[in-house]
């Protein structure tokens, strides 16, 4: 599968493995939770190189099965080997729904999360193995992730691919202009931006608790937004970016999470947004414009006009990402917008 044969590159997982807020961040979490790992079995879904599992590892774990589907599992148990971990860490190659391992486990780790946090994402295959696998009052790494929408203007980026066209060796080349916009901003951007880019504070588009999301959530997440710019600028469109936290189990046992509160009245300022999402000085990997860049950037999705706003203008309407029915691995981007008497709809699948 064509999914998997792009893991068996060694690219990818150096740019992963450079991404030191990412690695860091686990690294990190993982020594947060030693007491939870120590003499503890563990599961790696998606191991990859066997980085994280190697981490488990030093963290004192008894056993952590290294589960990838891709070839790059060979590696990863080269890895091992060379670590002198081959009694500690099994390398499975398999898909996770597929692979056999005969004992529950006590703790779940996974870099699971995709740009715009759900594309490609492999969180089903975490649940899968949460609920093949982990013991009752197990521990699951990352615990909750939640994914952010906020307005924002660029008008750099706009005029490097759209108003470029005007004027080109003194060309009138405006006739471009349909086609550049088409071609620009048909798709969702992966891209980094600066908190100066993001008009206003952000809404929660998704929160999910790994301890209890089922599958059948993550089929389509929908939600409304609305926005009160907090200044006068052309509006571009909206930018998507996550956060991942690692709490142990107790954060939320049934559905009573309060994903608003830490967002509505509060500053973009990384600092303070962690201390008020995390009373228990969980460790969170944030993906935000204000934060630090990682591999993810953040994630675009361009009008193909800019709108004029004003400062304290509304702005609202509604987004839905669903899985794509002909590949489960591309998302449908259903943006609606509904304000200050202007009114579109656009359509987009990341693939
Ligand atoms: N844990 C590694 C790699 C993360 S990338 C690290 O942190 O560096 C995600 C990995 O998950 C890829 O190597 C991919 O092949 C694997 N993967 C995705 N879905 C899987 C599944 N259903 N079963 C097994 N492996 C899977």
Redesign the pocket.
Known sequence: MAY?HS?AHVGI?EE??KDRVRTETYRAAIMQHQSSITGKVVV?V????G??SIFCAQAGAKRVYA????E?AVQANEVVKANNLSDTVIVLHG???DVQIDEEVDVIIS?WMGYMLLYES?LG?VITARDRWLKPGGLILPSNATLYMAPITHSDRYSESIDFWRNVYGIDMSAMLPLAKQCAFEEPSVETITGENVLTWPHVVKHLDCYTISIHELESVTTRYKFKSMMRAPLHGFAFWFDVEFSGPAVSPTNNHTPSSHVDDNPLDGSQRKKRANPNEALVLSTAPEDPPTHWQQTLIYFYDPIEVEQDQLIEGSVTLSQSKENARFMNIHLEYASGGRSFVKELVMR
Do not use: K, N, P
């Not at 998606?46 to 190189?49: A, E, Q, R």
């Open positions: 998997f893991y997982h992963m493995i790696d998606g191991c990859g190189t980085i994280l589960v990838d589907a891709s790059i898909r996770v729904e870099e492999m295959s």
